[in-house]
């Protein structure tokens, strides 16, 4: 068996010559049982039972199916970071990068589930499997004197999607936007949202919202920049301003090293069951780097948790050590408030 990997309008024809008829037409997925074999053409049969020849080039064999089967598979039961939508049709890949194995091709407009982020060079060093290091993952490997330096890659950011019919793949982050109410996506400033999570409902009369019920967010932000050894680098909760009927910052954290995936629920307290959330940063600036997929974790990670009353957003659990600053050249989150408050 193979399967159609083009996009367009594919025609099965009835022989292999420069002047041939169209058999029957072929989409992108669709099976095909393989009758013949002739250099680069395959003589196949579509499930309607149709027979012509098709350039193997459209198709992939069905080794590479079972990869992107495997993929849906493994990652069936992954968190759901985001919800986006893709600004053209795109195709899935099965690994991060230009020159990987394509196959199902996803309209304009498409909303993906977001699985897992990766970096991977736009082009691939000579024999290299996917991932090149960053430059900031390499910035302890010390330069030789005397001999030319290489450039540092461009690098590019790399999505493991869902889509609704379950088959998963990887998509170029530059052509997918992450889905966020408008009303918090204006407060975003230079910085993109990552991922919008719903922490929490209160009732306005006064709001357009469905049955007057406002949410409040949680969004997670990182600068438009490839290639970070981070997944976000800024936490912000929108909640709803009863009097002025708005949306207002209740809390902001930055900088941070955040890592995927962000954690919202509910806890049962002494004053009720109130929303809460948490977060994973780097305690240091090791990272791993998986060379097969250009997926980053911590080396020794840390979960910081969070609570909401109201509209205020207090840390709480065992971990109430200060956050450490990493980004060079940036100020401590408690060092920025200090200045304001010396301002003031």
């Not at 209160?202 to 019920?213: A, G, I, K, M, R």
């Amino acid at each position: 068996m193979v399967y159609v990997c083009a996009r367009g309008d594919i025609y099965l024809h009835d022989r292999v010559a420069a002047v041939s008829n169209r058999i029957a037409a072929v989409t992108n997925g669709e099976p095909l049982q393989v009758m013949e074999r002739d250099g680069r053409f395959l003589k196949v049969k579509t499930p309607k039972d149709q027979t012509g020849w098709i350039e193997q080039s459209a198709v992939i064999d069905g080794s590479m199916y079972d990869q992107f089967a495997k993929l849906a598979e493994d990652n069936l039961h992954d968190p759901i970071i985001a919800t986006a939508t893709l600004d053209d049709e795109l195709y899935m890949h099965v690994a991060p990068g230009r020159t990987t194995q394509h196959f199902y091709l996803l309209p304009a407009n498409t909303r993906v589930e977001l699985l897992t982020r990766a970096s991977v060079a736009r082009t691939p060093p000579p024999g290299s499997q996917v991932a090149a290091p960053s430059p900031q993952l390499s910035a302890n490997v010390q330069p030789v004197p005397g001999l030319p330096q290489p450039e540092a890659p461009v690098m590019e950011d790399w999505w493991l999607v869902r889509d609704a019919q379950g088959r998963t793949g990887w998509l170029i982050g530059s052509r997918i936007e992450v889905v966020a109410p408008d009303d918090i996506a204006q407060y975003a400033g230079d910085q993109r949202i990552v991922g919008a999570y719903v922490l929490t409902k209160v009732n306005d009369p006064e709001s357009s919202f469905p049955d007057h019920e406002a949410p409040e967010y949680l969004t997670v932000l990182g600068p438009y920049q490839s290639g970070l050894p981070y997944d976000f680098d800024e936490v912000r909760v929108f909640t709803w301003s009863l009097r002025h009927h708005r949306y207002e910052t209740a809390f902001r954290l930055h900088p941070i090293d955040g890592f995927l995936p962000v954690k919202t629920g509910f806890e049962q307290t002494p004053k009720g069951n109130v929303p809460m959330f948490s977060i994973q940063i780097a305690s240091n600036q090791n990272v791993t780097l998986d060379p097969a997929t250009g997926v980053t974790h911590p080396v020794d990670p840390r979960t910081i948790r969070f609570e909401m009353l109201d509209t205020v957003v207090r840390r709480i659990g065992p971990d109430l050590a200060p956050i450490p600053l990493l980004h060079e050249g940036e100020k401590k989150p408690q060092e920025e408030a200090k200045e304001r408050r010396r301002r003031r």
